[in-house]
């Protein structure tokens, strides 16, 4: 992998800093993360800001993460927060559930006693493309933040009630200014949270065919249909896809729909953020 990763235009910059100045007028926050990677997605600045409250991290598109990798996250992790919740924001089913769980937990309970006479207040916060969006839109009931499959499409902060006696602060996707581990960023990128023609889709797609090869590794065989390719060589492998798609020489659509494939699920169930077996429940 070559490229620097790093995207952070100036309406990120600005609204970090209204972040901070919005705070004392919520009850709790929301941290919407993809499941794929829980961490890689985490905005570490913002936690700093938000964490003055009651923080509740949100495992958005569950239905395409790995089981197993979501359960040793939440093992290692769920003393780091008010409550880890799940949720898949395409299914209004699923926002229901999330909030049988956000209603359940004990710290969301003692809120709700305090304000029993007002709806509470919750920042939402996020990475782009997580699907902050498209899970205020099922609570709301209508489609009032704006969503999109490209990332940066909500510039501003605003208010939105809810269904449920909740009244959210939308914000923006943010991400920080600089990747001090550029694995992070190609997480980021192979999710969609950073724009596409910003990156070489090639080097994301080298990336996640060896992190394939060798934590998922009939994925590739069987989504394409290739028999027999180096196991320990990204190239060759995407040579055999671009042929097996029929796009002759063309590696970077190969490389753009390998990564299409895999943002819809179409690889399977597979989380970018892996913990081996060390990384096991106490």
């Given at each position: 992998?070559?490229?620097q990763?790093?995207?952070?235009?100036?309406?990120?910059?600005?609204t970090?800093?209204e972040?901070?100045?919005?705070?004392k007028?919520?009850?709790?926050s929301?941290?919407?993360v993809d499941?794929?990677?829980?961490?890689?997605t985490?905005?570490p600045?913002?936690?700093?800001?938000?964490s003055?409250?009651?923080?509740?991290?949100?495992l958005?598109?569950?239905?395409?993460?790995d089981?197993?990798?979501?359960?040793?996250f939440?093992?290692?992790?769920?003393?780091?927060?008010?409550?880890?919740?799940?949720?898949?924001?395409?299914?209004?089913?699923l926002?229901?559930?999330?909030?049988?769980?956000?209603?359940?937990?004990?710290?969301f309970?003692?809120?709700?006693?305090?304000?029993?006479?007002?709806?509470?207040?919750?920042?939402?916060?996020?990475?782009?493309?997580?699907?902050k969006?498209?899970f205020?839109n099922h609570?709301?009931?209508?489609?009032?933040a704006?969503?999109?499959?490209?990332p940066?499409v909500?510039?501003?902060?605003?208010?939105?009630?809810?269904?449920?006696?909740?009244?959210f602060?939308d914000?923006?996707?943010?991400?920080?200014?600089?990747?001090?581990?550029?694995?992070?960023g190609?997480k980021?990128?192979?999710?969609?949270?950073?724009?596409?023609?910003?990156?070489?889709s090639?080097?994301?797609?080298?990336?996640?065919?060896?992190?394939l090869?060798k934590?998922?590794?009939?994925?590739?065989?069987?989504?394409?249909?290739?028999?027999h390719?180096?196991?320990d060589?990204?190239v060759?492998?995407?040579?055999?896809?671009?042929?097996q798609?029929?796009?002759?020489?063309?590696?970077?659509?190969a490389?753009q729909r390998?990564?299409?494939?895999?943002r819809?699920?179409?690889?399977?169930?597979?989380s970018?953020?892996?913990?081996?077996?060390?990384?096991?429940?106490?």
């Open positions: 992998m070559t490229q990763i790093q995207w952070f235009p100036g309406h990120m910059a600005k970090i800093r972040i901070g100045e919005q705070m007028l919520v009850d709790f929301l941290e919407i499941a794929r990677a829980p961490q890689s985490q905005n600045q913002i936690m700093d800001m938000i003055v409250k009651p923080v509740f991290l949100v958005n598109k569950i239905d395409l993460a089981p197993k990798q979501v359960a040793k939440v093992s290692k992790n769920k003393n780091q927060f008010a409550g880890i919740l799940t949720t898949d924001a395409k299914t209004g089913v926002s229901k559930d999330f909030l049988r769980q956000l209603k359940v937990n004990p710290i309970a003692k809120l709700s006693e305090k304000n029993a006479a007002a709806n509470l207040k919750a920042l939402v916060t996020g990475t782009p493309n997580v699907g969006s498209t205020i609570l709301a009931g209508k489609n009032i704006r969503t999109a499959n490209t940066g909500t510039h501003f902060l605003y208010w939105i009630r809810t269904r449920y006696n909740l009244i602060l914000t923006p996707g943010l991400l920080w200014p600089k990747f001090d581990d550029q694995e992070v190609t980021i990128g192979i999710l969609g949270g950073i724009k596409d023609t910003l990156l070489a090639d080097d994301l797609a080298l990336w996640l065919i060896s992190f090869q934590n998922y590794p009939t994925a590739i065989a069987t989504k394409y249909k290739i028999g390719f180096p196991l060589n990204p060759a492998a995407l040579m055999s896809i671009t042929s798609l029929g796009m002759r020489q063309d590696f970077e659509s490389s390998l990564i299409n494939d895999f819809a699920g179409k690889l399977g169930r597979i970018l953020d892996f913990y081996g077996d060390d990384y096991l429940e106490d």
